[in-house]
């Protein structure tokens, strides 16, 4: 089955610790997006990749960072940079960000820093 | 001001009610998206509509391009149609993504 697959579901850290958060799909998809979601707010887009090894900031960007070493893999680094952490995470992939088309979404992870 | 703002913000309906959902959206756009959002957090694309209207068993969403604004509608609604619906517009220019904040439709048996 194809699908996008984030991992692990509920993750819990200490404040100052940075935390890596998983994303693979098989899609064979070139973008990939991270969003966070925050009670009474829409999604807003954190960063998103193309294609393999680039990648852009999107709106709120400070106090994360990403990697995109394999077209199937995205990771997301929470840094201690970033002043409230506790969020829902999203991630994303569509076959080509330049037509922006339908938008394939992971289960979401769950951060909560104590 | 949100570029996409729905309405309303919280729906509870009984079993069997026909339901609309709305948004209106403040920049220019090349595709509309409807998402559903289940208690659990997965998201699940529902329609990409750039005109006209789809239709997708008791779903039908429609869309405006003049007026700026789409509906969603549920017909014969039942409890397993309880979730948040998004909706999520393509800026035509800068290729931009904009997500609305969510209408929670509860369905009563």
């Known amino acids: 089955d194809g699908g996008i697959t984030q991992s692990p579901k509920y993750l819990f850290r200490k404040e100052g610790q940075n935390v890596t958060l998983s994303c693979e799909q098989n899609?064979?998809?070139?973008?990939m997006y991270w969003y966070r979601q925050d009670p009474g707010q829409g999604l807003r887009l954190i960063y998103y990749?193309?294609?393999?090894?680039?990648?852009q900031k999107g709106d709120i960007a400070e106090g994360y960072s990403v990697s995109r070493e394999k077209k199937e893999s995205f990771p997301l680094t929470v840094t201690s940079a970033q002043k409230n952490p506790t969020a829902f995470y999203l991630c994303?992939?569509?076959?080509?960000?330049?037509?922006?088309?339908?938008?394939?979404f992971g289960p979401g992870t769950r951060l909560t820093v104590l | 001001k949100n570029e996409v703002e729905q309405s309303p913000q919280n729906l509870t309906a009984q079993e069997g009610e026909f339901i609309t959902i709305n948004c209106s959206y403040s920049?220019?756009?090349?595709?509309l998206h409807w998402l559903q959002q289940h208690p659990g957090g997965g998201i699940v694309s529902l329609f990409m509509?750039?005109?006209g209207k789809k239709k997708h068993g008791r779903l039908i969403a429609t869309i405006n391009i003049q007026e700026k604004h789409s509906s969603l509608h549920i017909t014969a609604s039942h409890p397993r149609d309880s979730a948040v619906y998004i909706c999520?517009?393509?800026?035509?220019?800068?290729?931009?993504?904009?997500f609305g904040t969510g209408t929670s439709l509860t369905v009563i048996p």
């Open positions: 920049v220019g756009i090349s595709a």
């Open positions: 990749s193309q294609i393999v090894n680039d990648f």
């Open positions: 994303a992939s569509s076959i080509d960000r330049l037509y922006m088309d339908t938008q394939y």
């Open positions: 999520a517009v393509n800026s035509n220019t800068g290729n931009q993504f904009y």
């Open positions: 509509l750039s005109s």
């Open positions: 899609l064979n998809h070139d973008a």
